[in-house]
């Protein structure tokens, strides 16, 4: 099959992330897959076996996700967004994919929706119909009006052949933040959680016995890490690594140091073997993103998650009060966090029992596969 998977990440890296997941995951079956990226270029990700193709790149002003703005921080022009429409339609004339996955649209990514329905409509017009999937999180943030979740569901009807959800319906159902219909039900395909294979032990043993601080591939954690560097002086003890993300890495870092000149926490910019590294850290302190949920139940760390709620975000607040009732993972809202809560928190998930780490379904990639063979072959 030739797959081509659609997605923009405008804050943080982990819509990204797991469309080149899926990627990996059709190309390791012999498939060929282009993944046309909207968001800003990203080192630290694989795209192993995946074809990146990479429109003129936006970011959201924050967490004000209708405000497009180019690298340079000015608002994307009509005549730059145009551009990308152009792009991206290019792409799937000359692709013709067997699949076509949009990642997060219409759920979502209503700033981009003049360009994810051009995709649509160009997909539409090609000799031999694409099957037409939405690949959507375990969690959504929920649409503030009806008026959002009825587009939502006519644009499923008249464009989409199903809707990939990637959770475990056991732990979460889409219900959970989206309203679902009938006509929405009948769609829906429960993939599993889409996460790479569980990291094998880090090969050098970093990571061990320490507490790493992390807030993913944006540039949303700053507050988080200053706290980590404040709770490291409490409890020196410990040693503690603090993984600064984002395109802007060694800028942060540099102002944290000149800031908390005293705290014995390492400071240094997100790495690749992050996930290795987890495997025997004494904690994990985190936010509360998809990607960085499956490294934490891949792993069994023992977890202090932050969940980013700037802007009346809620998805990662949910996703959270979901994996609290687990052992050895708790949760502090920003506003409740400070050095002492979060050196509480910490002591309370280390000495919890451990959590088992076979409780869940991750193979929603492979099994993302094998829902679109088979919705292709019955096209034929």
Request: hydrophobic letters at 45%; glycine letters at 8%; one cysteine or more.
């Amino acid at each position: 099959m030739r797959v081509l998977i659609a997605v923009t990440h405008l804050l943080g890296t982990g819509h990204l992330s797991r469309a080149l997941t899926l990627g990996r995951a059709f190309s390791a079956a012999g498939h060929r897959v282009q993944v046309v990226s909207g968001g800003g270029p990203t080192q630290q990700l694989d795209c192993k076996g995946v074809e990146l193709i990479q429109l003129p790149p936006l970011r959201s002003n924050g967490v004000a996700f209708s405000q497009l703005l180019t690298p340079a921080g000015a608002l994307a022009t009509d005549a730059y967004l145009a551009s990308r429409i152009e792009r991206l339609c290019e792409a799937v004339r000359q692709v013709q994919p067997d699949v076509l996955i949009t990642e997060l649209f219409p759920f979502g990514r209503r700033s981009l929706r003049r360009e994810f329905l051009a995709l649509l409509e160009t997909a539409q017009a090609l000799p031999k119909r694409p099957v037409v999937l939405a690949s959507i999180r375990d969690i959504l943030a929920p649409p503030s009006t009806s008026k959002k979740a009825v587009d939502a569901a006519r644009v499923l009807a008249e464009h989409y052949d199903g809707v990939l959800v990637h959770s475990d319906p056991h732990a979460t159902r889409l219900e959970t933040s989206w309203p679902v219909t009938p006509g929405i039900s009948a769609m829906l395909h429960y993939t599993g959680y889409v996460a790479p294979e569980p990291p094998a032990p880090h090969p050098e043993k970093l990571g061990e016995g320490e507490i790493l601080v992390s807030a993913g591939g944006g540039s949303v954690g700053e507050a988080l890490y200053r706290i980590a560097l404040q709770s490291a002086l409490l409890w020196p003890e410990r040693p503690w690594r603090i993984l600064v993300g984002g395109n802007d890495s060694k800028e942060q870092i540099k102002r944290l140091i000149e800031e908390q000149s005293g705290s014995p926490a390492r400071l240094e910019a997100a790495r690749p073997d992050f996930r290795q590294m987890l495997r025997s850290a004494a904690a994990s302190v985190s936010m509360c993103g998809y990607n960085t949920a499956m490294d934490l139940l891949q792993t069994g760390v023992p977890a202090v998650i932050v969940p980013f709620d700037a802007g009346n975000e809620v998805e990662q607040s949910l996703r959270a009060s979901s994996l609290t009732p687990l052992d050895g993972i708790a949760a502090i809202s920003a506003a409740d966090l400070t050095p002492e809560t979060l050196c509480t928190a910490i002591d309370s998930v280390i000495a919890a029992p451990a959590r088992p780490i076979d409780g869940f379904r991750f193979d929603g990639a492979v099994r993302t596969v094998e829902i679109a063979a088979k919705l292709t072959k019955e096209r034929a």
